[in-house]
């Protein structure tokens, strides 16, 4: 990603742009490595969304807020163990200038989410009610994580993307980021196409096909040739229930049990 998009992330990874009014959906990253955005963010749709303003990244360096000449961030654990944490006093230093910023850009204060193993589970429905609010602020954890203290002190939700470990919350946020902003108005061409993804139903997508008609001896399913769209969209239904059946059968139990409960409603 080249011109205004770099240029605008660079210039709040250097700690600009905190209190400048924000018309639009806006991120405020807090990382101890701002140069690692916007990366894939900068790219495909969203990227090209970033660069035409439907969408705005501001990248804040805790370091910044660090109160020793060294700009540390981190310390050693009380009671012993391997690794470091991040310090509560810096953190929270960031985590307010920030807040402070969005709520004063948006009207009104704006979730503050923290990338972390041990956070709930990220969903589809979440990053929906995130897009459909004013911005969110992510925190990107290093070392062996964030002193206790902080996420008692503050108001944070703790996300997490599955069950396994990475070397910082800042990837961890770059799918946030990338799964919001694709919600956005104009920044997917085809709105239409975000109806009928993964999850959108609560079930997986069905399968998609496209040109060679044959390919190593596999043909293309003929109802996707046949022109007729009721056939078409009940093929594609039922293959739907049938991939989320046999790969997710937890969410295959929750789609059940919640057409269940509007049938016995209605």
Known sequence: MTGEGVDRVAQD????????????????VLTIY????????????VGR?????????QVMDIRGYARDKHASVDDVPYGGGPGMVMRADVV????????EAAAQAAGAPVPLLALTPRGRPLSQA????????????????RFEGID?????????????LGDF??????IAAMAVLDGVARLLPGVV??????DEESFSGGLLEYPHFTRPRDWEGRAVPEVLLSGHHGQIAAWRRAEAERATRLRRPDLWSAHRGGARGRAVRN
């Open 34 to 45: 701002p140069e690692m955005f916007p990366g894939p963010l900068g790219q495909g749709v």
């Open 92 to 99: 929270a230093a960031a985590v307010d200038a920030a807040g």
């Open 189 to 194: 061409g085809s709105a239409a196409s975000l």
């Open 148 to 160: 206790e203290r902080l996420f008692q002190a503050r108001a944070c939700e703790e996300v997490s």
């Open 49 to 57: 969304g970033l660069q035409a303003g439907l969408w705005d990244l």
């Open 126 to 141: 979440r990053l929906r009610r995130l897009a459909a609010g004013p911005g969110a602020v992510l925190l990107c954890g």
């Open 13 to 28: 990874a250097r700690g600009a742009g905190l209190s400048g009014r924000a018309a639009r959906w806006t991120a405020r």
């Open 165 to 170: 470990v990475l070397s910082g919350g800042e």
